[in-house]
DNA sequence: CGGTGTTAGGACCCTTATGA
DNA sequence: TCATAAGGGTCCTAACACCG
């Protein structure tokens, strides 16, 4: 078993599918039933249930997937310890919310790429859910995240507290509990939608419709043309190009921290050590 | 004798083409 | 969409030669 055939079959087992696999890892299609069917060989066991339209895993399959993840994260920050130096350079991989990255981000990566020129900066966006299994994963070295995270493989480290308020048009604001709200926010995962959720349960708006957008600045134009309401950070308000009325939340609703999580366990490379500096305070 | 360089053969991995 | 067959290129290894 080598860390290429691990390589492709956690590729094959998150893609679904052989082709895919192929074309995310530059081979061919038969190449990588090949080695799927040789590493199944060798291990004694099918991996993949063969369907028409894909693959999924056997529960063998599911087992090696597990390990496999672990094995890859593992080689991953190893050689990330042996290229590290005590001056931060290399890549370092971060993610962010949506509304952190249009709001908190640009000045404190400004000023972080004036310091450490060397790093390479690799951004992504995503759901506070979504960004934690990233970070479980080892797909980015922090993140940024709607607190409060707990999780014993997780060390969290406090950022700042956001100010959330409800935002909308054309007296949406102007809630009773025979209303029936219409959300317009991320799709599930986003600690906002579900915070505003909450509040909706909390002043016994149960009726409901969900509108799911992709997009900060999609959300903030649909509420900005009355399609409904949704919960942000008061800084995405200060700082947007739309004009939409604010109504402030009691303070259970109203505070939500933001913070950075990294796992405990992986290996601290200076250039993260140098950017979790930098995020304190934000 | 031990270490190093060269070489030939085989194993392995990949591709294209094609079938189910 | 996945599996198989055939062929080509690359890599690995054993055997041998050479040198200090």
Partial sequence: ???????????????????????????????ITARIQHLERTLGTPLFHRRPRGVSLTSSGETLFHYAQRILALCSEAERALQDTQTPSGQLRIAAMETTTATRLPGILARYHEAYPNVELVLKTGSTNELINAVLHDDIEAAFVAGPVQHPQLETVAVIEEQLVLIGRDGRLELAPTDKATIVAFREGCSYRKRLEQYLDHVGITSRQVIELGTLDGILGCVAVGMGISMVPQAVVEQSRYFVDVSYLPDEFGHIPTVLIRRKDAFLSAALSKFIEAVQPM
Wanted: glycine share 4%.
């Fill in 1 to 31: 078993m080598e860390l290429r055939d691990l390589t492709i079959f956690t590729t094959v087992a998150r893609t679904k599918s052989v082709t895919k696999a192929a074309e995310q890892l530059g081979y061919v299609q038969s190449n």
